[in-house]
């Protein structure tokens, strides 16, 4: 199971792009990445997942480099509603998954 | 899609009483469902991997006669807490596996229990 490393927490503002970078060193051939998103008393949101080079879908961008020991989650024109807590994961233990600690994105106004 | 359910969403209990959760995959099914604890802003913890038909296995220093879990169909798990206290006050997640290449997880909304 790769560890990762995440920036512990973030502040942007409304409209702007935010990227959210996970290093991931030790990651497996096998593995593949991916990002959830957890509001406050919510369970996580399962927003991307992808094996390599580049992965868009409605609501971000994931961003895996050649060596794919890091990844970078975008979100677009970031909105109030964008704050949340943003998990990385990468690969699996068996069929379990370990949450680190994640990113807590703060969105001003 | 892949939706996950959890019952109650928040439930309020005298110490030394029991509460059941229950946990549904709505339009798939799971052979393998994961429960987790969340302390306030601290990450989820897995508590156990439940397996359809199976006993449950439990993560280091969970205790499974403390936390009952059952596992009686593709879409159903339970976790039972048992003569529950106020340290046992959390945020309960159930999340169940999708088979499709990835074994990509999907989270049921959590079930907050208070423990007077």
């Known amino acids: 199971l790769a560890k990762t490393t995440q920036p512990i927490s973030m502040d942007s503002y409304e409209g702007q792009e935010v990227n959210i970078t996970c290093s991931h060193n030790?990651?497996?051939?096998?593995?593949?990445i991916t990002w959830y998103q957890q509001f406050p008393s919510q369970g996580p949101r399962f927003i991307i997942q992808?094996?390599?080079t580049k992965v868009t879908n409605e609501v971000a961008s994931l961003f895996i480099p050649a060596d794919r020991k890091s990844s970078t989650l975008s979100l677009p024109r970031v909105s109030l509603s964008d704050t949340a807590v943003y998990y990385c994961?990468?690969?699996?233990?068996?069929?379990?998954?370990?949450f680190g600690k994640g990113t807590r994105l703060h969105i001003l106004p | 899609g892949a939706v996950v359910s959890q019952h109650p969403s928040r439930v309020i209990c005298k110490s030394g009483t029991s509460v059941k959760i229950e946990c549904r995959s709505l339009?798939?099914?799971?052979?393998?469902m994961f429960w987790y604890r969340q302390f306030p802003k601290k990450s989820l913890m897995l508590m156990a991997t439940?397996?359809?038909?199976?006993?449950?296995?439990?993560e280091q220093g969970v205790e499974k006669d403390k936390f009952l879990i059952n596992h009686a169909s593709l879409t159903l798990s339970t976790l039972t807490v048992t003569s529950a206290h106020p340290e046992d006050s959390s945020f309960y997640i159930c999340?169940?596996?999708?088979?499709?290449?990835?074994?990509?997880?999907?989270f049921g909304p959590g079930t907050r229990l208070t423990v007077l």
């Open positions: 999340s169940a596996a999708k088979r499709e290449g990835t074994d990509t997880q999907y």
């Open positions: 030790n990651i497996a051939t096998n593995d593949y």
């Open positions: 992808g094996y390599k």
């Open positions: 994961l990468v690969g699996t233990e068996g069929d379990k998954i370990i």
């Open positions: 339009d798939f099914q799971a052979t393998t």
């Open positions: 439940s397996n359809e038909g199976s006993k449950a296995t439990y």
